[in-house]
């Protein structure tokens, strides 16, 4: 085994992008948390991918068809098939990137203009 607290079976996790790279593995203790996750992969998200999450808000992680709810542990999230011996846990990621706050209050304010920007299409 590696360096590792006695009885704590780190647990290796690779999270897979929206183009099918990857970021990591890296080694996690079973008690580490889904938001300590998204904040290691914001850190190491790499540079030269067009969609770069700003904070650990704007990514959601997926492991057996489930997103991981943020205070969740990495030991709850594991599915059982993952048990297997040094095997490396996939998470999907998607990112959703926030809307800035200051967009909500102006599509109250002047509601035709936001609509106009988002659409280019005419319908007869």
């Not at 057996?64 to 297997?84: H, M, R, S, W, Y």
């Amino acid at each position: 085994k590696r360096n590792q607290m006695p009885g704590e079976d780190l647990v290796e996790l690779k999270f897979r992008l929206y183009d099918g790279s990857d970021v990591g593995p890296f080694q996690y203790s079973p008690t580490a948390t889904v938001a300590m996750l998204k904040e290691r992969l914001v850190s190491e998200w790499p540079k030269d991918k067009k969609i770069v999450p700003k904070a650990a808000s704007d990514i959601k992680l997926i492991n057996a068809g489930k997103i991981l709810e943020n205070g969740k542990t990495v030991a709850q999230c594991k599915a059982p098939f993952d048990d297997l011996p040094k095997s490396v846990i996939t998470m999907h990621v998607v990112v959703q990137l926030s809307p800035t706050k200051a967009r909500p209050e102006k599509k109250i304010e002047d509601e035709e203009s936001p609509q106009r920007s988002l659409c280019s299409c005419s319908i007869m």
